[in-house]
C-alpha cells in the first residue's frame, strides 16, 4: 500500500544575510514567518516534520530540516545543507526533494549533485529510498552576488508502504560431512579418521549414513576396506563426530573421500589425504677380501636411512664363523658368542651411520661374516662377506722382521744378527745394508753404530773382533711406502771372507683390497 503524504510538503525559508554589515533580526523573522527556526551563535536553523505540527525537531517522524548561517559577507563562499530524516520504523520509498535557489547567487558545488534542474534555478533530486532510522543530506555551496536577503526554499514529496504479511515456513533438507587426517604419519602409527554429520539445511535430516571406501593400503584396524556409518536423525544445525582408527599397508599419499546421505535425496562429500611414511635403511659392509694371519683385518660397516621417516630402535648384527679374535669395536658395540651387537636410538632419514670393528685370526682359511640390520617399522636387510687369510713363508737366516706382511704407512724391524759359530775369533767384521725400493729408513743401533751412506744403502761400523761363541745384533727400522714383495739384504764382509756374504729377508708391503657389500 503506498501513501502520498500530501500534508508533508514542507517548504522552509532560508534567510541569508548578505549585505556588507550585518542583516537585521527583523529582516529574517520577516522572511522566516511560519517557519520553524532557531538562530545560534550565527547559524540559522530551520525545520518542518510530520506530524505537524511539529513544535520541536525530536517530534517529528519525518524530519526536513535546513541549516546555514545566518549571515555573510557579500562574495564570501558558504554552504547550506538539506536534511530529510525517516525516524520512523518503515522504509521511505519515492523520496523527491526539489530546492529553489536564491537569485544572485552562484553555485560552486552541490553534493549530491541534483537529478535535473529548470531555467528558473530550480534543483530537483529524486532521492528513491530512504531506509528507517536513516537520514540523506544535500549541501550546497557558493557566493552571493549583492546585499540583501537571499531566501532559498525546498520542498519533499514521500510515499510510503505498509506491509502485511504471511509467513510460511519451506525448508529443505541439506547434509554435509567433514573428514580430518592428520597430514603425515608414520607406517606403524594409528591413524586416526575424524569423520563429522552436520545438517546444513533447514529441516531435520532422517536416515543419515556415512558411507567410506577405504583407498587401497589404508584399512581399518581390523582390516576392514569399506566403513557404513548409520548417523541417524540430525535436527537442524545438528552434527556428529565418530573417530575410526586406521592403518596403512605401506608408505605412501592417501586420498580418501566419504559420503553422506539422507532422505529426501540429501547427499554431500569431503576429501582428505594423509602421508604415510616410513625409514628405508640400506647396509654396505666393507672389508678385505684377503689377507694374513696374525695381522690386523677392519671392518666398516654403513647403514643408511633412505626413507623418509625416522629409523628408531635400530640393531646392526655382525655374525663372524670362524676362528676370529675381535680387538676392536667401535660405537659401543657388543660381543656375544661369535656376534657383534650395536644398538642405535634412531636414524634420521638421509643420515648415514658408521660402524667399525678389527680382529685378527691365527688360522688360515675362509672367514664368513654376515651383516643385519633391522629397526622398528623397518624391512630388515642382510649382506655377506667372505675373507680368506693365508699365512706368510718364512726362511731362518741371520736377517729377520718383526712383522710380515705391513700394511703401507707401516713400519718393520729388522733384527740382523751375526753369531759366531766357528771355533776361532773373526775380525773386522763390516756390514753394508741395501733396503729394496718402497723401504724408506727410519732408525738403526746395534753392537756398532748404524751409518746411513744414501737413501737406501746403510753401513754398520766395524766390529773389531767376535769371539767364538759371540752374538753381534743390528735392529733397523723402515716404514713401507710402496706396495709388493720388498726384500732387506745384509752384505757382510771380514777379514776372514774374501767375498761378500748376503742374506735377504723377505717382506711383504700391501694395501687392503677393499670389497663393499650391498644389502638389496
Request: glycine fraction near 8%; proline fraction near 6%; hydrophobic fraction near 40%.
Amino acid at each position: 500500500m503506498k501513501r502520498s503524504l500530501g500534508g508533508v510538503l514542507l517548504a522552509i525559508a532560508l534567510a541569508l544575510g548578505v549585505s556588507a554589515a550585518p542583516a537585521r533580526a527583523v529582516d529574517t523573522a520577516q522572511a522566516m514567518a511560519g517557519v520553524n527556526y532557531q538562530e545560534v551563535k550565527g547559524n540559522l536553523y530551520s525545520w518542518c516534520g510530520f506530524p505537524g505540527p511539529c513544535g520541536v525537531p525530536t517530534s517529528a517522524i519525518i524530519l526536513l530540516e535546513k541549516q546555514g548561517p545566518s549571515e555573510v559577507i557579500l562574495g564570501d563562499t558558504f554552504t547550506y545543507q538539506i536534511q530529510i530524516s525517516n525516524r520512523s520504523a518503515m522504509d521511505m520509498i519515492a523520496v523527491n526533494l526539489d530546492d529553489v535557489l536564491p537569485e544572485d547567487f552562484e553555485v560552486q558545488s552541490i553534493d549530491p549533485e541534483p537529478t535535473s534542474r529548470d531555467d528558473s534555478g530550480k534543483l530537483f533530486w529524486n532521492l528513491g529510498t530512504i531506509p528507517a532510522k536513516t537520514a540523506k543530506r544535500i549541501s550546497i555551496t557558493g557566493r552571493p552576488l549583492k546585499v540583501g536577503c537571499m531566501v532559498t526554499t525546498s520542498r519533499a514529496k514521500i510515499c510510503y508502504e505498509m506491509p502485511l504479511p504471511l509467513a510460511v515456513r519451506v525448508v529443505k533438507c541439506n547434509v554435509d560431512v567433514g573428514m580430518q587426517l592428520p597430514e603425515v604419519a608414520e607406517l606403524c602409527d594409528q591413524i586416526p579418521m575424524k569423520l563429522t554429520a552436520y545438517n546444513v539445511g533447514s529441516g531435520v535430516a532422517t536416515t543419515t549414513v556415512i558411507t567410506n571406501d577405504l583407498p587401497e593400503g589404508l584399512v581399518t584396524m581390523d582390516g576392514k576396506t569399506s566403513l557404513n556409518i548409520a548417523i541417524g536423525t540430525l535436527p537442524v544445525k545438528g552434527q556428529k563426530t565418530i573417530i575410526v582408527p586406521l592403518r596403512a599397508l605401506r608408505p605412501g599419499m592417501y586420498s580418501n573421500t566419504a559420503v553422506i546421505t539422507a532422505d529426501r535425496d540429501c547427499t554431500g562429500e569431503a576429501t582428505d589425504t594423509v602421508q604415510v611414511i616410513a625409514a628405508n635403511l640400506e647396509l654396505a659392509a666393507a672389508a678385505p677380501a684377503d689377507g694374513y694371519i696374525n695381522t690386523d683385518i677392519p671392518y666398516r660397516i654403513q647403514v643408511t636411512n633412505k626413507g623418509d621417516a625416522p629409523a628408531r630402535d635400530v640393531c646392526v648384527i655382525q655374525t663372524i664363523a670362524g676362528d676370529f679374535k675381535i680387538t676392536n669395536i667401535s660405537d659401543g658395540g657388543k660381543f656375544d658368542k661369535k656376534r657383534v651387537v650395536w644398538n642405535i636410538a634412531c636414524i634420521m632419514p638421509g643420515e648415514s651411520r658408521t660402524l667399525c670393528l678389527n680382529g685378527i685370526s691365527a688360522c688360515e682359511g675362509p672367514v664368513m661374516s654376515t651383516f643385519t640390520v633391522n629397526a622398528r617399522c623397518a624391512e630388515s636387510k642382510t649382506a655377506k662377506h667372505t675373507l680368506y687369510l693365508r699365512g706368510v713363508a718364512g726362511v731362518l737366516t741371520s736377517v729377520q722382521d718383526n712383522c710380515d706382511p705391513v700394511q703401507l704407512g707401516g713400519m718393520v724391524t729388522y733384527t740382523v744378527t751375526a753369531s759366531n759359530t766357528g771355533s776361532s775369533a773373526d775380525t773386522n767384521l763390516q756390514y753394508s745394508i741395501t733396503l729394496d725400493e718402497g723401504m724408506e729408513y727410519v732408525s738403526g743401533s746395534g753392537t756398532t753404530p748404524v751409518v746411513r751412506a744414501s737413501e737406501r744403502e746403510l753401513r754398520f761400523e766395524p766390529v773389531p773382533v767376535l769371539n767364538k761363541g759371540q752374538t753381534a745384533v743390528w735392529k733397523i727400522t723402515v716404514r713401507a711406502t710402496g706396495e709388493g714383495d720388498k726384500r732387506f739384504t745384509a752384505h757382510l764382509l771380514s777379514d776372514q771372507l774374501q767375498t761378500p756374504v748376503s742374506k735377504s729377508e723377505s717382506t711383504n708391503f700391501y694395501e687392503p683390497n677393499m670389497q663393499v657389500v650391498v644389502a638389496e
